[in-house]
């Protein structure tokens, strides 16, 4: 089945350290998304991509980076700069069509030591 | 810019009565328009969409929704609620003449409690 895969399912970061959330797609969508979910906010846009090597900034990219050197992989590093990364994060995927839903995978919970 | 209000943190409705999740929207364009559920630790699934044409859109698990253009709003609504429904629904919005790459702006969530 076609999807998106999250890994891990939970992350423990200590203080000083970069993490790296993985995201992969089977999905062959060109644009992909890294969302920030926290309670009672709703997600925020991270960072996304609409093609291979190229990426954006979204609402709230400081304390992040990624890389999109293959069209199926979205990878986010959760830098030491991010000062709160405790939260729930999601990545998600959409193809051509621009009326179609994004898919989403089933997210990485990051939590501090 | 665009932006999404769910004025109702929870709703809490008692199993078999109709349940409905509020949204309102702000595009300077026109909308596509999306409901999302989530459960616990679990990523978002898509239930239904407005493009264009009828105003009431059915979806998935027997929720449907009606595009009000003058109200601009798109509320989340079910029939008879079953306790399995209880979740946190999200609604979105894309305008879709402002060429922001397919982004979506989402809602805070309401969480849904279906009462047995």
């Known amino acids: 089945d076609g999807g998106i895969t999250q890994s891990p399912k939970y992350l423990f970061r200590k203080e000083g350290q970069n993490v790296t959330l993985s995201c992969e797609q089977n999905?062959?969508?060109?644009?992909m998304y890294w969302y920030r979910q926290d309670p009672g906010q709703g997600l925020r846009l991270i960072y996304y991509s609409q093609i291979v090597n190229d990426f954006q900034k979204g609402d709230i990219a400081e304390g992040y980076s990624v890389s999109r050197e293959k069209k199926e992989s979205f990878p986010l590093t959760v830098t030491s700069a991010q000062k709160n990364p405790t939260a729930f994060y999601l990545c998600?995927?959409?193809?051509?069509?621009?009326?179609?839903?994004?898919?989403f995978g089933d997210g990485t919970r990051l939590s501090i030591l | 810019a665009q932006s999404v209000a769910q004025p109702e943190d929870q709703v809490n409705v008692a199993e078999g009565n109709p349940l409905t999740v509020k949204c309102t929207y702000s595009v300077s364009g026109n909308p596509y328009l999306f409901w999302y559920v989530q459960y616990p630790n679990r990523g978002l699934q898509f239930l239904l969409k407005y493009i264009t044409g009828d105003n009431l859109v059915k979806g998935s698990y027997g929720f449907e929704a009606e595009f009000n253009k003058s109200q601009t709003s798109f509320h989340l609504k079910k029939p008879s609620a079953l306790v399995s429904d209880s979740a946190l629904y999200f609604c979105a919005v894309r305008d879709i003449s402002s060429g922001s790459a397919r982004q979506l702006t989402f809602g805070s969530g309401t969480q849904l409690t279906v009462l047995p």
């Open positions: 998600a995927s959409i193809g051509q069509v621009s009326n179609q839903p994004q898919h």
């Open positions: 999905l062959n969508h060109d644009a």
